[in-house]
DNA sequence: TTGTATGCGTTATCAA
DNA sequence: TTGATAACGCATACAA
């Protein structure tokens, strides 16, 4: 397209292109008429700068990389929201990128975000803690700063910030103790490092406050018809359970779901806990008791981070915050 | 940053730049030695070349951008999804606009996209077929081809794509007459272009097919809270309805979740369809009857529409494809 | 098959 | 206060 460029506007205005650029960019050294006069011929041209040229002399481009796996989760997409929110307010576009859970699409996302010149880059999800992914950030963008949010990664530009999901979920043991739970099994939807970690505040949670039973743990895989048939089997096998903790609140839902269905009373004979305090757990039947893990506070500590990052300012590599027990009626 | 270019790239070759950016694109005649002792120095560089640069002499950026209102909510997410994967399939990346709903913000997000050069945009939701819009894409974008889901807007260069939820919607009530429903109601959480057809629907079907009783319409605003409250509110002043139609499906988790508390038996006493098919009337309970919008297939044609209207090739302004009723539990 | 020269649209340096 | 002119990194027409 013959788009239309400052040297027309100059021409237009009768002035020299740099004048345009200038009034463009709000030096304030001009004199008040041809300002005026360049103003004038700029907005009845509707022009806009090309942002390609811009960023190729400014050797800036004003733009973040967000990576997730699946924007569909809700969880990925309220990340996306807070982070993208928090940029925008700092002038910064946000280019999203749904990778996949596969571990070389990421890498070639990374690469693409390296063409892009991108400025920063946050990766949302545990998963993406893999030793490749820690190799594409070192080749393709060792200068350029990263945030892992959920997790934590190897690099001097990058920066891990997550909530201490691994003592919630121990708090989560030790609430359901305290409520006279008896026999607490937790479930997973798959192993990523930050399920392994819950697991592992799972595990010891039960050390700690339910000694006495010994710990039950199990995977369903992704989608919902394969997590409900996996929980109903789990439920099956193990009547004698009276307390789910599970990994995320959408499997909460699908196991209160189940329950309803097999007559079970919640949280009468059998509680529930989920994690994240997402929309779920708020419409659920009975409202779920869930592990608010704070997203939205990790999410705008990392895209500070990022900004200080990127002004050179010396930041901490390694962040972690508190998470908390939302009680509803589940439990 | 001083990063690296063909300059450098040829220098250490023993080649002219011009060498190297024909490899890099992979030019056709040269000779295979030099190719290869090119290839060897790009990789071992790790090189990349600029984005900004490639796009400003190509006159093309193979970016897409998508507009939503707020990518949190289910189906935004969803369309998102569907939308980023097809063009990624093509070689594009979409820069994705978190607008919110205020359409003076959705304009400077146009003026952005213009600045940066997309090839396309997709507009996700019908809260864009506003006036002003409208005349955003004429001033900014005039030659960009534009496409709206849902919806439908002026313009040569703009595409509507959507599902007849209309139809879908008289469909519904016909459903519930047939099902022996005397009192029919339907909710909305805002009054969007799509949501105003959806009551459309409503009200030509219950004159249609329910000719003897008087339509309902309520609206609640939007939050989990406010909903709530509006719902138990417009229940308890309509006791005699026993059967109700949202605009939503999460409108419908809320209210099954409500008619669980006030003791009211789902589909029993009540029945209940919500809209889209999400993951929510999946997971509800009971499992949740809902009209399939099929966001997935309208999304596909969106893209496609763009895909070839970037070619230059002739498409059609306006497409609508039909909807399904999902049957569930809760009817 | 390869190198030289030029231009893409903008900003920055230097003079005037 | 303003205007030439030279980059920015890459691709291509033209020459060789």
Redesign the interface.
């Known amino acids: 397209?013959p788009?239309i460029t400052i040297y027309e506007i100059a021409e237009e205005a009768g002035v020299s292109a740099s004048t345009v650029s200038r009034v463009i960019n709000g030096y304030p050294y001009i004199k008040k008429s041809t300002r005026n006069k360049v103003m004038k011929v700029l907005e009845s041209r509707?022009f806009?700068?090309?942002?390609?040229?811009r960023?190729?002399v400014n050797?800036s481009?004003r733009m973040i990389g967000i990576l997730i796996a699946?924007?569909?989760t809700?969880h990925?997409?309220?990340g996306?929201?807070y982070v993208?929110?928090e940029f925008r307010k700092h002038g910064y576009?946000?280019?999203?990128c749904?990778t996949g859970y596969e571990m070389a699409d990421t890498v070639s996302y990374i690469?693409?975000l390296?063409?892009?010149?991108v400025e920063a880059v946050v990766l949302l999800g545990s998963i993406y803690q893999t030793h490749e992914v820690e190799e594409a950030i070192a080749?393709?963008i060792p200068?350029t700063p990263v945030a892992i949010v959920s997790g934590s990664l190897q690099g001097d530009n990058v920066y891990g910030i997550m909530s201490n999901e691994k003592l919630g979920v121990m708090e989560c043991v030790r609430f359901l103790v305290e409520k006279k739970r008896s026999c607490i099994a937790f479930g997973i939807n798959h192993s990523s490092p930050l399920n392994l970690i819950k697991k592992e505040g799972y595990l010891e949670g039960m050390a700690k406050y339910a000694a006495a039973s010994s710990p039950l743990v199990f995977e369903t895989g992704k989608g919902?018809e394969l997590m409900k048939e996996s929980i109903a089997y789990f439920v099956k096998e193990h009547p004698e359970v009276d307390a789910y903790i599970f990994s995320e609140d959408?499997m909460g839902?699908?196991a209160?779901?189940l329950f309803?269905?097999m007559g079970m009373a919640v949280p009468d004979q059998v509680s529930v806990i989920g994690i994240n305090n997402s929309?779920?757990s708020?419409?659920?039947?009975?409202?779920m008791t869930t592990l608010d893990t704070k997203l939205y506070d990790t999410c705008q500590i990392a895209v500070h981070c990022l900004l200080d990052a990127i002004e050179g300012e010396h930041v901490s590599k390694l962040i972690s915050i508190f998470t908390e027990i939302v009680e509803r009626e589940t439990t």
Chains 1, 2 share one sequence.
């Open positions: 397209m788009d509707h806009v700068p090309n942002e390609s040229a960023d190729l050797r481009t699946d924007i569909r809700a990925n997409s309220d996306i929201f993208e929110q576009s946000c280019l999203i749904n690469q693409k390296s063409q892009r010149k080749t393709y200068k919902v959408f839902m699908i209160l779901q309803s269905e929309n779920f708020k419409v659920s039947i009975p409202p």
